[in-house]
């Protein structure tokens, strides 16, 4: 027998002063309302009921154990109170990580309005280059840049992740300008430390493929904010997402190169763990972010020249 059903007969019991009471109200047996006062008994090997012919009433172990059971009944329909609250309405904690130049560029600028839209829902924004595990970090759902392995998430395709070169006015008027990957030996070249070898600076375009193995870099980080600031100070040539440094180009900060040979746009997904009833707090999520990133969505205006 269920032990909770049989804590729920037992506190019916005792409110109600009598089985054949409960038994009405849980539509059984009186014999079978006895069954389940006795098995609790014999889990806790004492008397919970002394019983005549007449009356019944509480032993001083039952007074005890009817209170404990009346707490933990009251804690579970509590739960079960909230779990469908949360069901019913975005509500709770939403758990986010994404890439940091994406995260910091486009999600957390547009937080203000998903978090207006839903007051009972509250944010953790979590801006990470490195692959996070959704599942073993408590993370609803991720934004991923590249093709992705066979997890078992869903996978909703988001616009492309498109890259840039650029450099700034005062380096180039001092350095010249690339005009082909080859001439990159020749020049400063910030590098993105999270890139494989297999990415850096591997460019392509009508005439050859360029592998990157003659871009020596005399300043690495993992950072893509840090790469953007040396660039703007007059430090070589940057490679990094168009997102970060569309509003540097647009101002003439920035001047983009090599147009011919960047590396083409990047898959980027919003995945989540596989739910057959996801929370009305990451639905909305989705939603929100398809109708601005996914595929079907309006891009935002140009800003290269």
Not at 144 to 160: F, T
Not at 208 to 236: K, T, W
């Amino acid at each position: 027998m269920d032990k909770l059903r049989s804590m729920e007969i037992f506190v019916s019991v005792v409110d109600q002063g009598s089985f054949t009471a409960a038994a009405e109200t849980f539509r059984i047996s009186p014999v079978m309302v006895g069954k389940h006062i006795r098995q609790l008994e014999e889990r806790l090997g004492t008397r919970l009921l002394a019983r005549t012919t007449r009356r019944q009433s509480l032993t001083e172990i039952g007074q005890q154990y009817v209170e404990q059971c009346r707490q933990i009944l009251a804690q579970i329909a509590a739960a079960e109170t909230g779990a469908e609250a949360m069901r019913a309405t975005p509500r709770g904690k939403l758990k986010i990580t994404a890439p940091v130049s994406f995260g910091s560029e486009r999600i957390a600028p547009l937080m203000a309005e998903y978090l207006a839209a839903y007051p009972d829902v509250s944010l953790e924004l979590n801006l990470n280059d490195r692959m996070v595990d959704l599942v073993e970090e408590g993370f609803d759902a991720a934004i991923r840049i590249g093709a992705l392995e066979d997890s078992g998430m869903v996978a909703r395709p988001l616009q492309h992740y498109a890259m840039v070169i650029c450099a700034s006015p005062d380096y180039l008027a001092k350095h010249g300008t690339p005009r082909t990957p080859d001439d990159l030996a020749r020049h400063e070249c910030v590098d993105f430390m999270q890139w494989s070898r297999h990415m850096r600076w591997r460019l392509s375009g009508k005439e050859a493929r360029h592998d990157g193995a003659a871009v020596e870099s005399r300043f690495r980080s993992n950072n893509g904010q840090a790469l953007r600031m040396a660039a703007l100070h007059g430090f070589g040539i940057v490679m990094q997402a168009e997102i970060l440094l569309a509003d540097d180009i647009a101002a003439g900060r920035l001047v983009p190169l090599l147009r011919d040979y960047v590396p083409a746009p990047r898959l980027m997904h919003l995945l989540y763990p596989r739910d057959r009833q996801p929370t009305p707090k990451l639905t909305t999520f989705i939603d929100f972010m398809l109708e601005r990133y996914g595929p079907a969505a309006t891009p935002p205006p140009a800003t290269l020249t």
